[in-house]
């Protein structure tokens, strides 16, 4: 016949089948399939099985109920739909949930776990609020971690205020601190510090630096980025290392790496092999460049491909299959009399190819500029104004000619514009230099006369 125990005292006997078990000291002995309610006002020492358990001490054993209150520390695994345990855990838990005030070790499964203080051990549930440190894996929906994380987390929902080491799989991750792990999300990654690992989302946000590859639509890192990135649109603030790959790609600092997208913008130099539609780099550029339009505001040394070419200062390497090529930003109109100039823009190595060239203020219909080749020399006269009642004729002298014709172009009214035809009489590979003794030039027309070989020479000097 069920009874009630009352007990003031302590319990050494292993009971079965009570109504319900009130017990004032500590419990050593095992209470199973008590049906309703188990009080212990001490300590427990031994497995318990109750609708409902209360144990206002300590509890070292396995516990089965409906619902457990632990007033104390608790050692042993508990199975029920709703456990509170007031101070440090350890052992497997399983509930509906789970509340613990103090520090939890072990393993927990529930629908909700909140866990107040650190948590060690692998956790499952719909919901996890972890109020201190956390190592282990953890599978929820949404994962709330209020201090450092160390494991790997699957979820929805993902917030870490503090560091990250470990895998994470979820929905949206956003972590308040560094992150050292691999991270997939089918939505948002956002890293307010320092990121090390591999990304997979459609939006990432990384407020410091990155370390890994990173694969998205949209991609934002506010420090330094170190690893290949493969989005949409990318878009680092500071330097970047690595190859990139993106319909728009805008670097504030500079770049070392492969790139290929439809749209490039360096703000400082470049330093690697860049393929886009559009190039905007602001200083110099080494490498190779394929696109349709390219803009370097500095120097660039490397092999160019594109349908227009805009460099500012030296180009070092071929420029291949342009429509207009411009080198260099001097304006050949502004120089003043008696003065020798040599030229900003300077093509130090490679052939130019294109149909219009812009060198240094002198547009040239032509096909090919040639860095290094043949010795002849062009001539331009004009007329460098009125001198004690005298026309003055001044001289602007280049080498710009093929192997066997000889140029001489008298002024006419066409400013600050040096037309070259190519015609059946010049061959189409000629090499430009240029240095003048001039007043101002204020037009360059064409008239074609033969003349022989003169002595090579180089103005650059």
């Not at 002995?29 to 309610?37: F, I, P």
């Not at 104390?72 to 509930?95: N, P």
């Not at 999300?185 to 890293?191: D, L």
Request: charged residues 30%; hydrophobic residues 35%.
């Amino acid at each position: 016949m069920a009874v009630h125990l009352n007990i003031s005292g302590s319990n050494n006997t292993d009971y079965s089948g009570l109504l319900t078990a009130k017990i004032e000291g500590d419990n050593y002995g095992s209470l199973l399939d008590v049906h309703d309610w188990v009080e212990i006002e001490g300590n427990n020492l031994k497995p318990i099985k109750a609708k409902k358990i209360i144990i206002h001490g300590d509890n070292e054993g396995d516990l089965e109920a409906d619902e457990v209150l632990i007033e104390g520390y608790s050692k042993g695994s508990i199975k029920a739909k709703k456990i509170v345990i007031r101070c440090d855990s350890e052992g497997d838990l399983e509930a509906d949930e789970v509340l613990i005030e103090g520090y939890s070790k072990g393993s927990i499964k529930a629908k909700k776990i909140v866990i107040r203080c650190d948590s060690e051990g692998d956790l499952e549930a719909d919901e996890v609020l972890i109020e201190g440190y956390s190592k282990g894996s953890i599978k929820a929906k949404e994962i709330v971690i209020r201090c450092d994380s160390e494991g790997d987390l699957e979820a929805d929902e993902v917030l870490i205020k503090g560091y990250s080491k470990g895998s994470i799989k979820a929905k949206e991750i956003v972590i308040r601190c560094d992150s050292e792990g691999d991270l997939e999300a089918t939505e948002t990654v956002e890293i307010e510090g320092y990121s090390k690992g591999s990304i997979k989302a459609k939006k990432i946000v990384i407020r410091c630096d990155s370390e890994g590859d990173l694969e998205a639509d949209e991609v934002l890192i506010e420090g330094y980025s170190k690893g290949s990135i493969k989005a949409k649109k990318i878009v680092i603030r500071c330097d970047s290392e690595g190859d990139l790959e993106a319909d728009e790609v805008l670097i504030e600092g500079y770049s070392k790496g492969s790139i290929k997208a439809k749209k490039i913008a360096i703000s400082c130099d470049s330093e690697g092999d860049l393929e886009a539609d559009e190039v905007l780099i602001e200083g110099y550029s080494k490498g190779s460049i394929k696109a349709k339009k390219i803009v370097i505001r500095c120097d660039s040394e490397g092999d160019l491909e594109a349908d227009e070419v805009l460099i500012e200062g030296y180009s070092k390497g071929s420029i291949k299959k342009a429509q207009i090529v411009t080198i260099g930003n001097c304006n050949a109109a502004l120089v003043k009399a008696e003065q020798q100039v040599s030229l900003y823009a300077n093509i130090r190595g490679g052939d130019v190819f294109a149909g219009e060239i812009t060198y240094a203020g002198f547009k040239i219909t032509a096909g090919l500029l040639r860095a290094m080749s043949t010795n002849e020399v062009i001539q331009h006269k004009y007329d460098a104004g009125m001198v004690n009642g005298l026309r003055l004729s001044k001289t602007l002298t280049l080498t710009c000619i093929s192997e066997q014709e000889k140029w001489e172009i008298e002024a006419q009214g066409v400013v600050n514009e040096l037309k070259v035809d190519t015609g059946d009489r010049l061959s189409k590979e000629a090499v430009l230099r240029l240095r003048y003794l001039s007043g101002e030039l204020c037009s360059i027309g064409t008239s074609i006369v033969r003349a022989s070989r003169r002595r090579w020479w180089w103005p650059f000097s």
